[in-house]
């Protein structure tokens, strides 16, 4: 079974960036991957996505111009670049993988997940 570590979160100020890594170890990235995050007392929430390909994007309106998701390289890492945070974004972020090589932003539609990173982002 494949594992995923996600890492990067932390507490910082309104404004401020930072960068989620997601990695599995000895694991490719070969579909689709993406980021989603769970506030308190809310359900799991798509945040971002890409293609197996690197080469497409997907982003909730909330994140649009200040989040960017890319893979790195060898491809077993997907990064969260998270820029001019809100206190809105506090949550903890979940790396999610697809199953199946075809894009999508439906939560549901994932099939393997980490355990989670917290964010926190105060005003």
């Known amino acids: 079974q494949v594992q995923y570590v996600e890492s990067g979160g932390g507490l910082v100020q309104a404004g401020e960036s930072l960068r989620l890594s997601c990695v599995a170890p000895?694991?490719?990235?070969?579909?689709?991957t993406g980021w989603f995050r769970q506030a308190p007392g809310k359900g799991r929430a798509f945040v971002a996505a890409?293609?197996?390909?690197?080469?497409?994007?997907y982003y909730a309106d909330s994140v649009k111009g200040r989040f960017t998701i890319f893979r790195g390289a060898p491809q077993n890492t997907v990064y969260l670049q998270m820029n001019s945070l809100k206190p809105e974004d506090t949550a903890v972020y979940y790396c999610?993988?697809?199953?199946?090589?075809?894009?999508?932003?439906?939560?549901?539609?994932?099939?393997?997940w980490g355990q989670g990173t917290q964010v926190t982002v105060s005003s």
């Open positions: 999610g993988q697809r199953a199946y090589d075809a894009d999508t932003t439906s939560v549901g539609d994932y099939h393997y």
């Open positions: 000895g694991h490719t990235f070969a579909t689709p």
């Open positions: 890409v293609s197996s390909d690197g080469r497409t994007t």
